[in-house]
């Protein structure tokens, strides 16, 4: 059985800060990638970024590159989302995924979420 949880989030004004941080257990996900989406208030979900097993290739929405780090430590089974400079349409509940298949941005396995709510 596959469990993610996610942590860290929280509230926050524009301009600042928040580190989100994916634990994951019940298996490894060792030669996969791992990934964040979020949902919006009233919007679909959301691919925000991914990162391949050993890091070499991250990716990411054209709405947070420059802003949001995606990185991953195997050796904990944790993967991480720092995200900068936040705006308030940044709030959303975020999620964490994996295995995330690349290019079609879906997995198949969820956390519950964690939600981020950037105040203007």
């Known amino acids: 059985q596959v469990h993610l949880v996610e942590s860290g989030g929280g509230l926050v004004q524009a301009g600042g800060s928040l580190r989100l941080s994916c634990a994951a257990s019940?298996?490894?996900?060792?030669?996969?990638?791992m990934g964040w989406f979020r949902q919006a208030p009233g919007k679909e979900r959301e691919f925000v970024s991914a990162?391949?097993?050993?890091?070499?290739?991250?990716y990411y929405a054209d709405s947070v590159k420059g802003r949001f780090t995606i990185s991953r430590d195997n050796a904990k089974n944790t993967v991480y989302l720092q995200m900068n400079s936040l705006m308030p349409e940044d709030t959303a509940v975020y999620y964490c995924?994996?295995?995330?298949?690349?290019?079609?941005?879906?997995?198949?396995?969820w956390g519950n979420g964690t939600l981020v709510t950037v105040s203007s």
């Open positions: 990162i391949t097993w050993r890091a070499y290739s991250a």
């Open positions: 019940g298996r490894t996900f060792s030669g996969y990638s």
């Open positions: 995924a994996g295995p995330v298949r690349v290019g079609t941005w879906t997995a198949d396995y």
